[in-house]
Nanobody, 116 residues
Framework: QVQLVESGGGLVQPGGSLRLSCAAPESVFNVNFMGWYRQAPGNERELVARMGRGGSAVYADSVKGRFTISRDNAKNTLYLQMNSLKPEDTAVYYC??????????WGEGTSVTVSS
């Protein structure tokens, strides 16, 4: 099983920012479109942003204009810059192939809590 490793989560006040990182094996990172997913308590996991190797990005309406996805192909790392965070952004964030995730790629995720 291949696992991706997410990091960068934490507790932040509304309006604050966080930058998430996802380290992936080269075999995964080089061939796939990559994306960030999140799962809030009681909710299904949802795709919030995805990016191809060429840099084209697609965002969910709920994060458009606030989140920015990027990738460093040399470091096999995916990033998610999250600005103007809202309490409804509270969730565990994961990275995976997108828009169709691969079951064997799910890591432990990184927890983001937006609260005053």
């Amino acid at each position: 099983q291949v696992q991706l490793v997410e990091s960068g989560g934490g507790l932040v006040q509304p309006g604050g920012s966080l930058r998430l990182s996802c380290a992936a094996p080269e075999s995964v990172f080089n061939v796939n479109f990559m994306g960030w997913y999140r799962q809030a308590p009681g909710n299904e996991r949802e795709l919030v942003a995805r990016m191809g190797r060429g840099g084209s990005a697609v965002y969910a309406d709920s994060v458009k204009g606030r989140f920015t996805i990027s990738r460093d192909n040399a470091k096999n790392t995916l990033y998610l810059q999250m600005n103007s965070l809202k309490p409804e952004d509270t969730a565990v964030y994961y990275c995976n192939s997108a828009p169709l995730p691969v079951v064997n790629y799910w890591g432990e995720g990184t927890s983001v809590t937006v609260s005053s």
